[in-house]
């Protein structure tokens, strides 16, 4: 593995960090890690509830990196099993739960988005399912008996539902103690994870104890707030920024950002030096953000692209270079099924959403209207930054 004296280590492991529990026990460990010239195994869960990785996602992803950097083992650990419950953490009410079907279905998408960030030689791809679905009834109770309903309601969401008489269900009290015990099964040395899942990861530590272990260090970051700069950031709540979304798609929304998020991406995504970019206009200082992200994902050609087509657009309100065509057979179509099945939305819901807000046109008309139906070509636009050029082949 490669050297790097402890001093350093930290100075790196610390940047951008919110917590760390214990900074004392972490030291021991990377003095143990270069003494005996073993790796650390660095835990940090995911679970694949939507298709897609999120820049959200990618502030968890970017130090475990830097680990990577600095010659430690990283386990990736997609919860397929935790993720048919739904990680209550922050929830006022239930999640939805999902199929299995359905989870596995976004762990695959995961597996290939992740390596855009992740050294695949030093990832080691794991499944909560391969251990959870081996054990028995009488190993799931005696999992159980290691964590109390006192300590469970003890957590502010949960409090807060139980007060409010909202329900709250048995599966849902079994998620952290879920997630705890990925933490022995895995015999992590650390743990990465947001500012909201402090008592999750706390109770990996006490279930190490109790199983024999050294418990974990808890390495803690910020949330990214989504484009509306107030919510973390989500697919369900329509305000993420997919790391494999199109260049322009992904260039727009950055632009959509506020200034103060703007700062906090630049801290938690990138390594440009802040009082640098304070120093620049707030406009040319979000189109250097833009293009910087676009680039790590999209590469600079495409992140050059966008940048200049955003600037034809919303400087100078032209039309981009080049539109997407799609293909249409003579005869009236509905809009939604437009929007859905050329793929220029992600849902019906939000094909929905958009023409109830008055965000989708056809050459410059407003559709308002859900029954819509297109019978004439012309370019189609949704929201501040899509484009679609409608023809209908004769």
């Given at each position: 593995?490669?050297?790097?004296?402890?001093?350093?280590?930290?100075?790196i492991i610390?940047?951008?960090?919110?917590?760390?529990?214990?900074?004392?026990?972490?030291?021991?460990?990377?003095e143990?890690?270069?003494?005996e010239?073993?790796?650390?195994?660095?835990?940090?869960?995911?679970?694949?509830?939507?298709?897609?990785?999120h820049?959200?996602h990618?502030?968890?992803l970017?130090?475990?990196?830097?680990?990577?950097?600095?010659?430690h083992?990283?386990?990736f650990?997609?919860?397929?099993?935790?993720?048919?419950i739904g990680?209550?953490?922050?929830?006022?009410?239930?999640?939805?739960?999902?199929?299995?079907?359905?989870?596995?279905?976004?762990?695959?998408?995961?597996?290939?988005?992740?390596?855009?960030?992740?050294?695949?030689?030093?990832?080691k791809?794991?499944?909560?399912?391969?251990w959870?679905?081996?054990?028995?009834?009488?190993?799931?109770?005696?999992?159980?008996?290691?964590?109390?309903?006192a300590?469970?309601?003890?957590?502010?969401?949960?409090?807060?539902?139980?007060?409010?008489?909202?329900?709250?269900?048995l599966?849902?009290?079994?998620?952290?103690?879920?997630?705890?015990y990925?933490?022995?099964?895995?015999?992590?040395?650390?743990?990465?994870?947001?500012?909201?899942?402090?008592f999750?990861?706390?109770?990996?530590?006490?279930?190490?104890?109790?199983?024999g272990?050294?418990?974990?260090?808890?390495?803690?970051?910020?949330?990214l707030?989504g484009?509306?700069?107030?919510?973390?950031m989500?697919?369900?709540?329509?305000?993420?920024i997919?790391?494999?979304?199109?260049?322009?798609?992904?260039?727009?929304?950055?632009?959509?950002?506020?200034?103060?998020?703007?700062?906090k991406?630049?801290?938690?995504?990138?390594?440009?030096?802040?009082d640098?970019?304070?120093?620049?206009?707030?406009?040319e200082?979000?189109?250097?953000?833009?293009?910087?992200?676009?680039?790590?994902y999209?590469?600079?050609?495409s992140?050059?692209?966008?940048?200049?087509?955003?600037?034809?657009?919303?400087?100078?309100?032209?039309?981009?270079e080049k539109i997407?065509?799609?293909?249409l057979?003579?005869?009236?179509?509905?809009?939604?099924?437009?929007?859905?099945?050329?793929q220029?939305?992600?849902s019906?819901?939000?094909?929905?959403?958009?023409?109830?807000?008055?965000a989708?046109?056809?050459?410059?008309?407003k559709?308002?209207?859900?029954?819509?139906l297109?019978?004439?070509?012309?370019?189609?636009?949704?929201?501040k930054?899509?484009?679609?050029?409608i023809?209908?082949?004769?």
């Amino acid at each position: 593995m490669r050297r790097v004296d402890i001093k350093r280590q930290l100075e790196i492991i610390k940047q951008t960090v919110s917590e760390i529990i214990s900074e004392e026990e972490l030291v021991g460990k990377l003095e143990r890690s270069i003494k005996e010239k073993i790796p650390l195994n660095i835990k940090a869960g995911f679970d694949p509830t939507a298709s897609d990785i999120h820049l959200g996602h990618t502030v968890l992803l970017n130090k475990l990196r830097q680990f990577q950097d600095l010659g430690h083992t990283v386990y990736f650990l997609i919860g397929d099993f935790t993720a048919t419950i739904g990680d209550p953490s922050g929830q006022d009410k239930s999640r939805k739960r999902l199929t299995y079907e359905e989870v596995r279905k976004n762990a695959q998408t995961y597996k290939q988005q992740v390596f855009k960030i992740l050294n695949p030689k030093k990832t080691k791809v794991v499944f909560n399912t391969q251990w959870f679905s081996k054990m028995s009834s009488s190993e799931i109770l005696d999992l159980a008996s290691h964590s109390t309903l006192a300590q469970v309601l003890a957590r502010q969401d949960f409090n807060q539902r139980y007060n409010q008489g909202k329900d709250i269900s048995l599966l849902e009290l079994f998620y952290p103690l879920l997630q705890a015990y990925d933490s022995v099964y895995l015999k992590a040395d650390i743990e990465i994870g947001g500012t909201d899942q402090k008592f999750n990861l706390l109770l990996g530590r006490e279930l190490q104890r109790d199983f024999g272990q050294a418990p974990q260090v808890i390495i803690m970051l910020p949330l990214l707030e989504g484009t509306d700069g107030v919510q973390k950031m989500s697919k369900s709540l329509g305000n993420y920024i997919g790391i494999t979304e199109p260049a322009g798609q992904m260039f727009g929304k950055i632009m959509s950002i506020d200034d103060p998020t703007m700062f906090k991406y630049y801290t938690l995504l990138t390594e440009e030096n802040l009082d640098t970019v304070k120093k620049m206009h707030p406009m040319e200082a979000k189109l250097k953000l833009a293009e910087l992200i676009v680039s790590r994902y999209h590469g600079k050609v495409s992140a050059h692209k966008a940048r200049k087509d955003f600037e034809l657009i919303f400087s100078q309100r032209q039309l981009p270079e080049k539109i997407p065509e799609y293909k249409l057979k003579p005869g009236a179509v509905k809009i939604l099924d437009v929007l859905v099945s050329s793929q220029i939305v992600s849902s019906r819901n939000e094909a929905r959403r958009l023409i109830q807000q008055g965000a989708v046109s056809l050459e410059g008309r407003k559709i308002t209207d859900l029954e819509f139906l297109l019978e004439k070509s012309g370019i189609l636009k949704v929201g501040k930054r899509r484009f679609l050029k409608i023809v209908f082949d004769i």
